[in-house]
């Protein structure tokens, strides 16, 4: 197979099912029926730029124990090249421009708020630099802040080297990525070569106190500029190039041998591949001796068939040197190593091979150092016969919450100072008939529901003043029923002006944003660092579509649609002038942009896929809400959302693929779903060492909710879920608790409640006791005697006025809000599911759930359950919803003791669709009032 060719069928996984996977994308099986081969093709080149390793020395060998020149591994701009070799290279002169413009203008500006007088000050503090006098000659950018004992400018041979005098080496030590401000520094006067042909400069103050020590830690750019004045005119200056060594890193060997077709039922598999590395070097690939199925068709590549009971895969010898990053942190420049395979793709650091086996069950892979005497199969039965568990397996296993008591006195008790108690129950005031109304035979639960509308409907606290923030609760707040205050909120956003926010956008004209601190195109404070119009956009089509209020859509519909366009303009016109603008990695993508928090007032843009994904919701359920009033033009959208979609996952599963895989509790490996491109699977926090949220709690996991572009389903989605429960927070118990029924009771997000994804998306699995566990843990963890969610936690204090009223961030009530609602009644497309998560005890004997009024896409549904379990009977009365009718109406009754069910009358008639293992009842082609009962 050519490279071409397999560069098209490795890595477009993005629109088929790439290597045999089952990909579950909404909507996208009608993009792979009509994408046609000439863009397969032009998609598969963009690709294969990526794929692309740097130039290898002739003879590796003769580099080990040599120090490692990291220059291979960054994004290179050189003023003598018409166009890049990577279009990344381009970021490089709009950083400057950037730095130039805006950041080294900040002190000298006028100041006319407190709010400006502060930040400019703190940019006066920073001293930054004057802007280089000579033209940009030759840069390298890195992922990453890199440490350097030296770098090198190499002329080539032949070239007029300028007068070092003539010549500006900048360093970057970035703390906030690559478009954010920056100090730089301007490297002392280097050592000149006997040739002429390479200047050396260290990494030491030249003079003064603190001489011979490192003038900078790491730096992620090194520019070299070229002073016009100080050069001779007319002389034919080369273009250098660049070389970094940092300090104590040199080459090391690794053999590997890397199995695969060992697991059951995975014998037969064909596993045809290649490999490469980054941050390192293959030096050579051979299949493993045994293995006769298996034949090299290139240097990195291979055939691989299935021939018996002998062990398959390859040996492969690695150059790499051992990780920059300590124990928990991985670090962009660890070396990697990339299997591109039908399997399944897949990488892995050769650091923790040298701390023993890599195991990843998923796509079935082995990696150990060669030599070895444990094979994939024994390996994997040593490993089984410990009875290791991951987070999921233990929670399965385990029994669910009693009652509301128990979550209190496990979680919230267990952390706050003795003595404090649960004080008495003081009932509170129920929803009004126009909202959504619950009530359980456990009395903490349905009070739980009454405040937390309550808290909604009211409508103020927290941050509704900011997009990112404010959608967060206003959903909610329609799923509960309290329609007039989201339609109050609402207006407030489609009043906006469209300010252009702290991001690389294009424009701001139709966005959702007031940005009112914005100033000099820097986001000062929070109005202007939380934008998400995608997520505005979402909400409001929502309304429409749960309370069907067509004159309130038609009314604000040029206002959305303002919002759409904006959407689709930044994708499409930012970095729109580059060469080869589609071969990058976020094609297509919305801007570099800040999220939350982060580095405030310091412009800290990332392309978090957290947006893209906020984003194309938004364009989908417009386009829903539209397809009521203008099919035509809702068919436009949904090309264009189809079209965003595509793009999205082409950057996605390629993130995914150079993802190093993570080890985890049961002593194997998960892959893992990056947060935010050019990081390699670093996570925000490794880099940067801050804000969890980002990688943790929310991380990419709104890729995998409703109308995103990947299934909830997605077995690397499981994968992942694995990973990040054992990443999310423990209270005072032990970081790494040493008991199933210590890590039972934590498991709390690890900042803010309110974006929280981890939840919800096990309860779009399906994965209904580990959705239990992270929703009533972090219930506990987080609220308030009165019943309200402050934005820090209550976990260790739990003391107010059971009579009062909450006070609360509605960012978090709205998290816990929305996932109550949903165990209750709950869309999944055209299916409607109700009681899809209830506790089983909920359902013990005499107990019953009564719910009332909920609104849905298809009209206000209710019902409810009455448990005689005891007799081997549950029953249902649901009232349908009317105003559109679902596929179907999925009932789920959780026994309390897991009895499957043996038989179900609807209507008083013996009825056959259900699921005794799922404990379903599928209900379809029924209005009005229907009755179920089912028998244990």
């Known amino acids: 197979m050519s490279d071409l060719l397999r560069t098209i069928s490795e890595q477009m996984g993005v629109v088929a099912k790439g290597f045999g996977e089952s990909r579950k994308v909404e909507r996208m099986n009608a993009i792979a029926k009509t994408m046609s081969v000439a863009v397969l093709v032009a998609l598969g080149l963009a690709l294969g730029v990526h794929a692309a390793e740097p130039a290898a020395p002739t003879d590796l060998d003769k580099l080990v124990g040599q120090q490692v020149d990291l220059s291979p591994w960054a994004y290179a701009w050189r003023a003598n090249r018409e166009v890049q070799e990577q279009p990344e290279a381009y970021f490089i002169p709009r950083r400057l421009k950037r730095l130039d413009e805006v950041y080294r203008t900040i002190a000298s500006r006028p100041t006319e708020t407190d709010q400006d007088k502060k930040r400019v000050a703190e940019y006066k503090g920073m001293d930054l630099l004057p802007a280089p006098k000579g033209r940009l000659l030759s840069a390298l950018l890195w992922l990453a802040p890199v440490p350097a004992q030296r770098i090198e400018v190499r002329w080539p041979e032949g070239s007029v080297v300028p007068p070092s005098d003539a010549i500006e080496v900048r360093i970057y030590p970035s703390k906030v990525g690559w478009f954010g401000v920056v100090r730089d520094e301007v490297l002392p006067a280097p050592a000149v070569s006997a040739d002429g042909n390479t200047l050396t400069y260290l990494n030491q103050q030249a003079e003064g106190p603190t001489k011979g020590k490192a003038i900078f830690e790491g730096t992620d750019m090194v520019a070299l500029f070229l002073d016009p004045a100080k050069a001779p005119a007319g002389a034919k200056y080369g273009c250098p190039t660049i070389h970094l060594f940092p300090p104590n890193r040199k080459w090391n060997t690794l053999d590997v041998e890397i199995e695969w077709g060992f697991q059951p039922g995975a014998e037969q598999t064909v596993f045809d591949g290649r490999i490469e590395a980054y941050g390192g070097y293959v030096k050579s690939v051979k299949p493993l001796p045994e293995d006769k199925g298996t034949e090299m068709t290139g240097a990195d590549a291979w055939k691989s068939a299935p021939t018996g009971g002998a062990r398959r895969g390859i040996v492969v010898s690695l150059l790499h040197p051992y990780r920059f990053g300590n124990a928990w942190r991985i670090s962009p420049l660890d070396t990697r190593i990339t299997l591109w395979t039908r399997g399944g793709n897949l990488t892995f650091l050769p650091d923790d091979v040298h701390s023993g086996p890599v195991l990843v069950p998923g796509p079935g892979v082995f990696v150990a150092k060669a030599g070895g005497k444990t094979t994939a199969r024994q390996f994997a039965a040593e490993l089984a016969a410990k009875n290791l568990k991951t987070i999921p397996q233990m929670t399965r296993e385990h029994p669910e919450a009693a009652s509301w008591e128990e979550v209190m006195r496990k979680v919230k008790l267990a952390h706050c100072p003795p003595g404090t108690v649960i004080p008495p129950l003081v009932p509170f005031e129920e929803p009004p008939a126009t909202a959504m109304q619950v009530s359980l035979s456990d009395e903490r639960w349905t009070d739980a529901w009454r405040r937390a509308s309550w808290d909604l409907k009211r409508g103020g606290g927290g941050y509704g003043y900011l997009a990112l923030e404010a959608a967060i609760s206003i959903y909610p707040t329609d799923l509960s029923g309290n329609h007039e205050t989201v339609a109050r909120r609402l207006d407030y956003w489609l009043k906006a002006p469209g300010v252009k926010a702290d991001g690389d956008f294009v424009d701001g004209d139709g966005s959702f944003e007031y940005a009112t601190t914005m100033q000099y195109d820097i986001g000062w404070y929070h109005d202007g660092t939380h934008p998400q119009t995608g997520r505005i956009l979402s909400a409001m089509a929502e309304h429409y579509l749960l309370t069907g209020d067509k004159q309130w859509f038609q009314k604000n519909r040029a206002r959305m649609q303002a919002a759409a366009d904006w959407i689709l303009r930044q994708r499409a016109k930012h970095l729109q002038d580059i060469p080869n603008r589609q071969a990058l990695d976020v094609a297509g993508l919305q801007p570099p ?293 679902p596929n179907e109406v999925v009932l789920r009754f959780r026994h309390p003791k897991s009895a499957p069910i043996k038989a179900v009358t609807v209507n008083g008639k013996a009825w056959t669709e259900f699921n005794k293992d799922k404990e379903t009842i599928t209900l379809k082609s029924l209005t009005g009032t229907v009755a179920v009962t089912a028998r244990y």
């Open 593 to 885: 942009q800040v999220l939350g928090d982060i580095g405030l007032g310091k412009c800290c843009w990332r392309w978090y896929l957290v947006h893209d994904a906020f984003s194309l919701q938004g364009l989908r359920r417009f386009a829903d809400a539209l397809e009521e009033f203008d099919p035509g033009a809702a068919r436009r959208y949904r090309v264009e959302a189809d079209a965003y979609a595509k793009d999205l996952l082409r950057a996605v599963e390629r993130e995914m693929a150079i993802a190093p895989v993570r080890k985890i509790l049961d002593g194997s490996y998960r892959r893992y779903i990056p947060a935010s491109p050019y990081a390699r699977g670093s996570m925000v926090r490794e880099i940067f060492g801050t804000y969890p949220l980002v990688d943790i709690a929310m991380g990419a996991l709104p890729l995998a909710d409703a109308f995103g572009v990947l299934g909830a389903a997605d077995p690397r989605i499981g994968e992942h879920l694995d990973v990040i429960e054992e990443l999310l927070a423990h209270g005072n118990k032990k970081n790494d608790p040493s008991t199933t029924q210590e890590r039972f009771w934590t498991g709390f997000a690890n900042d803010v409640v309110k974006y929280m994804f981890v939840d919800k998306i096990h309860l779009r699995r399906d994965d209904v006791p580990c959705f239990l566990r992270l929703w009533m843990n972090n219930y506990a963890a987080w609220v308030t005697v009165e019943g309200g969610f402050p934005e820090p936690d209550s976990l260790k204090r739990y003391a107010g006025d059971p009579a009062g009223k909450p006070k609360s961030d509605l960012g978090s009530t709205g998290w816990f809000v929305e996932s109550f609602r949903n165990l209750l009644v709950m869309e999944d497309g055209q299916s409607l599911w109700l009681a899809k998560a209830t506790p089983r005890a909920w359902l013990e004997q005499g107990k019953k759930i009564s719910v009332k009024n909920a609104p849905t896409y298809f009209g206000p549904v209710a019902y409810e359950i009455v448990s005689d379990a005891d007799k081997g009977q549950i029953s249902a009365t649901i009232e349908m919803p009317a105003r559109k009718s």
